[in-house]
C-alpha cells in the first residue's frame, strides 16, 4: 500500500467529481507529502486525452478536508464519539451485525450505498461482506434517479441499457439535462462546442430553465416544470401525424407499434403544447429536425428523473428515437459491453435467494418493486419505522449520506437514529455517520486503488484502474482491507482455503483457477467472500503486493475473456479464453492512464445485446401505456399557498454532490444562491443578494436570492449537495449554503419506480 510521499512527480490518477473520471495526472507534496499540489489533464488518457473541467483543479480541498475521519469512532450512550484502535472496531461491529443475523436474519440488515462518482472499488469488496452476512436488500443513489430508465429500457430492450453516441450524433437532444455543467459523457464541453460550431448538426434541449447547455442549443423547449410527457409525447405526435417515421426500421425492428399509433395519430398537439407551455410551431420544428437527421442521441437525466412522470418521460423519449430510427447505427443508441456494469454490482450486492426461494423482488414492508436490485430511496423510512415484523434493524452504509441526499432528511434522521445497529464506512465525519454506533474511516480515493463500472461507451469501452498516489492518512484503511477484515471477523474465511490456494499459486494461476474452482463447488461461502479470498491469496503476488486490491479483477477479466471473447479481441487481445483473460488482467493492473477492453467497429452489434428471442424492441409497455393516455386527463395542479416550482438541487460550476465538504472551494460563494425569475423578484420586492425565505411541506429555510433570465418565471432552483456542516481547521463549524433535502418529501415518489419528485417541489418564497 505504501507509495513514496516525498516526491515531486506527476503521476496519474481520476478525477472524482462526476461519473466521468478525467484522467490526471497530479503534482503531490506539501503537508506531510499528501496534498495533490498541482493538477492537470492526462493526455495519454484513453478516454478524456487531456480534457478537464474547471473543477478538477480543487480537488485538494477533498483530500485535505480538515473533516476527515482518522479513527474509528464508537457512539457512546450521550451520543458523543471516542476514538477506538481498528481492532477494536472490527471485533466490535461484526460481532453487532452477526447479533442481528442471529436474532432476526441478514436479510433484515440493509446495505446502503456502496461507491459515489470516482470509487466502486469498495463496493466490490462488500459484496464478501453482505454476502457472508446473508444481506438481500440494498439501495443506493441509483434508485433516486436511474431506476425507472433502467427498469423501461429492460422492457423496451429486454436487457441492457441503449446509450447515445454524443461524439458522432447530428443531432442531440438533451431532455432534463444540463451537459455543460454535469457532464455524462467523455469530453462533454469539447463535444457540445462541436455541435453547437457545426451548422450541419443541431441541439435539442427540454428545460424551464435557460441553462448554459440551453444557451448553446438550436432548440429550446422551455418547458412548463414537469410537464416534459406532454411535451415528448406532442413530439411523438408530430412524426406520426406527419408522417416522418421510419416506416421500414418499425417494421423490421419493432413490436407493439400499431398498439400505440392511434393514441399519438388522434392526440390534438396543439392542446399538448399548451399544457407545456411551448409554442406549437417550435415543437413540430424540432420534431422534424429528429425525422430528418442521419442519427440522434438522447440524454435524459434528473430534470425529469427527478420529477412527476419520471419513468413515464423514460418511456416516451425513447419512443421518439425508436419510431425514427435511431438504434444499433453510429451517433444513435447503442448498447455498450460492460466489464461489470454498476447494475450487475448492484444485483450482486445483495445476495440472491436460497434455492427453492423466490427471488426477492419486493421490498419486505411496501411490497414496492426493486429494480436493478435497489429498493428506492425515498422508503428507507418506510421500511424502518415500523413495527413490521421484517424491517431493517441494521444498515451498513458505505460512501453515501442519505442523511443529507435523500428525501425528507428530518424523517431519514429518525429513521437511521431507531435501527438496532449501523456503521458508515466513510472520509469523513458526514449528517449520516453522526447517527451510526460505529464509524469507519476510509483511505480517500487518491491514496488506495480506486475504479468506478460508470463507463459505458459504444464502441470503444475503457477501464481505468488508479493507483494510490499518495500514503494513506494515517488512521485509515481502504475498504478492500475493512470488509476483508470484517469477513474474517465473522469467520468468513477459511485458513485452509487459504493456505491450500497460496500453495497452488506457488506452482502457477492455472492450477490456483482449478483449486478455487474445485473449493467453490464444494463450499458455497468461497464463492460469497470470493473478493476477499482473492485479495488475501492473490493480491500479495501481485506486484509484491503492491497491487494487491486488484485481485478481485483477475477473475472478473477471466471471466469477460470466457463469455466475451470476440469483443476482448476487437481491442487487439489474442489467444485462448485463457491467455485473453491473463493479458487483459495484466494491461488492467499497469495501464496507468486506462486501457480499451471492447473496440466494435460494427454499430450493429448492438442487435445482439437486445435480450428478446425475436430480437424486437417493444413499442407497447403494458405498464407504462395507459398512463401516456390518461395524461390529458391528469394536469398538474400545486397545493394553495405554494405557488412556486422548486428545483431542489441542480448542478453548477462549483458543486459535487457532496464530495468536497469543504464549502469554501468556492471561493466567490457562488453556489449557494437561491435562483429567480427577475419577474418573480419584482413582484416580491426582492433584489440580488437580498435573503429570502423559502418554505415547502417539509420545510423552511433562508438563503440570498440571484435574480437571472435562467428561471422560468414561477421557478425557483437551489444548488445540490450544498448546506453540509464542515468543520473547519480552527474546530469552528460552518455550513454553507441549504441542505436541499430538509425541503423535499419522501412521500413525493413517481408512483411506478418510487424516484422522487426533487425537481418539482411546490414552494413559497417572501422576502425576509
Ligand atoms: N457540477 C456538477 N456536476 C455533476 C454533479 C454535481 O453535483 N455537480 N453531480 C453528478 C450527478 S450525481 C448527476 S446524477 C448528474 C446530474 O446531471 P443533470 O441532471 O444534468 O443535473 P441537474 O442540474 O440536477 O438537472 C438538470 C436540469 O434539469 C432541469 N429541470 C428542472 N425541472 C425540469 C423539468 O420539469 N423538465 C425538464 N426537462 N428539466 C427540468 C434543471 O433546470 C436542470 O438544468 O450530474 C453529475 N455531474
Ligand atoms: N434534493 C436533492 N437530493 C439529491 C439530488 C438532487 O438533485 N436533489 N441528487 C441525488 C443524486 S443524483 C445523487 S447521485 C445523490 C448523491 O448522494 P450520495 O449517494 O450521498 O453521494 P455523494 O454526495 O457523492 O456522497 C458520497 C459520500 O462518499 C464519501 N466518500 C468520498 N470518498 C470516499 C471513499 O473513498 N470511500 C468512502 N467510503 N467514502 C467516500 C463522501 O464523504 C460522501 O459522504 O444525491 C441525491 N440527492
Ligand atoms: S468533474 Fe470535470 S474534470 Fe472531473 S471527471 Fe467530471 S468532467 Fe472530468
Ligand atoms: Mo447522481
Not at 61 to 89: C, F, K, V
Not at 116 to 134: K, V
Not at 598 to 609: G, K, L, Q
Not at 697 to 714: L, M, W, Y
Amino acid at each position: 500500500m505504501k507509495t513514496q510521499s516525498a516526491d515531486t512527480e506527476y503521476k496519474k490518477t481520476a478525477c472524482i467529481l462526476c461519473s466521468i473520471n478525467c484522467g490526471l495526472e497530479v503534482k503531490v507534496g506539501g503537508k506531510d507529502g499528501r496534498e495533490l499540489l498541482k493538477i492537470k489533464g492526462d493526455k495519454a488518457h484513453v478516454s478524456s486525452e487531456g480534457y478537464l473541467c474547471n473543477k478538477a483543479a480543487r480537488l485538494n480541498h477533498y483530500q485535505m478536508g480538515a473533516d476527515r475521519l482518522n479513527s474509528p469512532m464508537r457512539r457512546r450512550p450521550d451520543g458523543t464519539y471516542e476514538a477506538i484502535d481498528w481492532e477494536t472496531a472490527i471485533r466490535e461491529v461484526a460481532v453487532g451485525l452477526q447479533s442481528i443475523k442471529n436474532e432476526h436474519g441478514g436479510d433484515k440488515i440493509y446495505f446502503i450505498g456502496g461507491g459515489g462518482q470516482g470509487n466502486h472499488l469498495g463496493a466490490l469488496y462488500s459484496t464478501a461482506l453482505t454476502r457472508t452476512l446473508g444481506v438481500r436488500y440494498q439501495t443506493n443513489a441509483l434508485a433516486q434517479e436511474k431506476t425507472g430508465e433502467f427498469w423501461v429500457a429492460g422492457k423496451m430492450f429486454g436487457g441492457g441499457g441503449p446509450h447515445g453516441d454524443f461524439h458522432n450524433t447530428e443531432v442531440a437532444v438533451f431532455v432534463g439535462k444540463n451537459p455543460w455543467q454535469a457532464h455524462g459523457f467523455p469530453q462533454t464541453r469539447k463535444v457540445l462546442n462541436d455541435i453547437a460550431k457545426d451548422p450541419a448538426r443541431s441541439m435539442i434541449v427540454l428545460d424551464p430553465a435557460l441553462t448554459d447547455s440551453a444557451r448553446m442549443a438550436d432548440f429550446h423547449l422551455r418547458v412548463k416544470p414537469g410537464t416534459d410527457a406532454w411535451c415528448l409525447s406532442a413530439m411523438i405526435a408530430t412524426i406520426v401525424q406527419e408522417n416522418l417515421t421510419d416506416v421500414a426500421f418499425i417494421a423490421a425492428h419493432t413490436r407493439g407499434f400499431e398498439a400505440i399509433r392511434p393514441h399519438f395519430e388522434s392526440l390534438d398537439i396543439s392542446d399538448y403544447a399548451g399544457f407545456c407551455d411551448v409554442d406549437e410551431e417550435l415543437i413540430r420544428s424540432a420534431s422534424r429536425r429528429i425525422a430528418q437527421a442521419e442519427s440522434v442521441a438522447v440524454f435524459e437525466d434528473l430534470g425529469t428523473q427527478q420529477n412527476v412522470h419520471s419513468t413515464l418521460v423514460s418511456y416516451l423519449q425513447r419512443i421518439l428515437w425508436i419510431i425514427t430510427g435511431n438504434f444499433a447505427k453510429k451517433g444513435g443508441q447503442n448498447i455498450p459491453v460492460p466489464l461489470l456494469s454498476v447494475t450487475e454490482g448492484a444485483k450482486q450486492g445483495a445476495s440472491s435467494a436460497k434455492p427453492g426461494e423466490k427471488p426477492n423482488k419486493v421490498s419486505p414492508v411496501l411490497g414496492s418493486r426493486i429494480i436493478a436490485g435497489l429498493l428506492p430511496c425515498n422508503e428507507v423510512p418506510d421500511e424502518i419505522l415500523t413495527d413490521h415484523p421484517d424491517r431493517f434493524r441494521a444498515a451498513i452504509i458505505q460512501s453515501s449520506n442519505p442523511a443529507h441526499a435523500y428525501a425528507d432528511s428530518p424523517r431519514m434522521r429518525e429513521a437511521l437514529s431507531a435501527l438496532e445497529f449501523s456503521v458508515v464506512i466513510d472520509v469523513a465525519m458526514t449528517e449520516t455517520a453522526k447517527l451510526a454506533d460505529y464509524v469507519l474511516p476510509a483511505a480517500s480515493q487518491f491514496e488506495k486503488h480506486e475504479c468506478t463500472f460508470f463507463p459505458v461507451e459504444f464502441p470503444r469501452n475503457h477501464f481505468h484502474l488508479r493507483h494510490p498516489i499518495v500514503d494513506p492518512l494515517p488512521g485509515t484503511l481502504p475498504e478492500s482491507e475493512i470488509h476483508t477484515r470484517l469477513v474474517e471477523a465473522l469467520g468468513g474465511i477459511s485458513q485452509t482455503h487459504v493456505s491450500v490456494l497460496r500453495g497452488a499459486l506457488k506452482l502457477g494461476r492455472r492450477p490456483f483457477a482449478l483449486v478455487f474452482t474445485a473449493l467453490a463447488a464444494k463450499n458455497p461461502q468461497v464463492m460469497k467472500a470470493a473478493p476477499a479470498l482473492l485479495y488475501r491469496t492473490l493480491g500479495p503476488t501481485l506486484c509484491d503486493g503492491k497491487r494487491a486490491e486488484a485481485a478481485p479483477f483477475w477473475a472478473l477479466c477471466h471471466q469477460f475473456a470466457r463469455k466475451k471473447a470476440q469483443y476482448a479481441k476487437s481491442a487487439g487481445f489474442e489467444g485462448s479464453a485463457w491467455k485473453i483473460g491473463e493479458a487483459m488482467f495484466e494491461t488492467l493492473i499497469s495501464a496507468t492512464s486506462g486501457f480499451i477492453y471492447t473496440d466494435i467497429s460494427d454499430y450493429a452489434d448492438s442487435w445482439n445485446r437486445v435480450g428478446y428471442s425475436d430480437k424486437r424492441i417493444l413499442l407497447h409497455v403494458e405498464e407504462l401505456f395507459p398512463q401516456v393516455q390518461n395524461l390529458d386527463k391528469t394536469p398538474l395542479q400545486n397545493p394553495a399557498g405554494f405557488p412556486f416550482v422548486l428545483a431542489a438541487g441542480n448542478r453548477r460550476a462549483t458543486t459535487a454532490n457532496t464530495i468536497v465538504r469543504d464549502g469554501s472551494w468556492d471561493s466567490k460563494g457562488l453556489a449557494s444562491s437561491l435562483f429567480l425569475n427577475p419577474d418573480d423578484a419584482l413582484d416580491l420586492g426582492l433584489a440580488n443578494g437580498d435573503t429570502a425565505r423559502i418554505t415547502t411541506a417539509t420545510g423552511s429555510a433562508t438563503t440570498f436570492v440571484e435574480i437571472n433570465d435562467i428561471q422560468r418565471k414561477g421557478t425557483v432552483a437551489l444548488p445540490n449537495g450544498l448546506g453540509i456542516d464542515y468543520r473547519r481547521e480552527s474546530g469552528e463549524t460552518v455550513q454553507i449554503g441549504i441542505p436541499p433535502n430538509e425541503l423535499t418529501a419522501s412521500s413525493s415518489r413517481d408512483f411506478f419506480a418510487g424516484t422522487p419528485w426533487h425537481k418539482y417541489v411546490p414552494a413559497q418564497i417572501e422576502k425576509v
